[in-house]
């Protein structure tokens, strides 16, 4: 608690940035994380996948809803995106671009820039010309996390997004809850990153199924 409270006599002001750099720092020597991710959208169909990422961006979506069954691996060296639209034992198998819009999501985000780090860049970009407020400190699920709030400067937008609210894990700051709204205020999407797993082990053939 004593933490949260300095942090939020400094981060009003020139200390606001900082945060959000020491969250992408902490990504970057993250070696693999696996969550359920849980977004609902206006107007859009919720999405639930059971979401992995590996250094150095390896990417796996295994689908709950919509397209059940359905998985999506990204290959960052090769820079192509494999998708079983009917799962991994059937037929057929499909390569495609990462920027594909077969496989963009209704916001139009693609899969290698899918991860955590990405929205946290994301959320800093927006930050610089705008404004950063820290809230108390408080418990998401069985996490202590650190919420806060990022607007873009005027009418600035990041990914259509003007406005972000985030709470960050304390230990590792990273984001179970994402909330972002456009200029007018609207709510845009909610996004839950549940059941949580830091350097998890993977098996081998995890983004390379037979």
Do not use: C
Request: proline share 7%; glycine share 10%.
């Amino acid at each position: 608690m004593l933490w949260a409270l300095l942090a939020a006599s400094t981060l009003g002001t020139a200390g606001g940035p900082d945060l959000l750099a020491d969250a992408i720092g902490r990504f970057q020597v993250l070696e693999s994380y696996r969550v359920t991710l849980r977004s609902e959208a206006p107007a859009h169909a919720p999405q639930v996948i059971r979401y992995s990422y590996r250094r150095p961006g390896w990417i796996r979506m295994d689908f709950d809803t919509p397209h059940h069954g359905a998985v999506l691996i990204y290959d960052p060296d090769a820079q192509q995106v494999r998708l079983w639209p009917f799962g991994l034992q059937h037929f057929p198998r499909l390569t495609l671009a990462p920027g594909n819009p077969l496989i963009r999501d209704p916001h139009g985000h693609t899969i290698a820039r899918s991860h955590a780090g990405a929205l946290l860049e994301n959320v800093r970009r927006l930050r610089q010309g705008g404004s950063l407020e820290l809230g108390a400190e408080q418990r998401l699920g069985r996490w202590q996390a650190l919420p806060l709030t990022v607007t873009g400067g005027g009418t600035e937008t990041v990914g259509k997004a003007h406005r972000f609210q985030l709470w960050l894990e304390r230990e590792h700051l990273f984001p179970l809850k994402v909330v972002s709204y456009g200029t007018d205020g609207s709510l845009r999407e909610t996004v839950w990153l549940d059941d949580v797993e830091f350097d998890v082990a993977l098996p081998g053939d995890w983004f390379l199924p037979r």
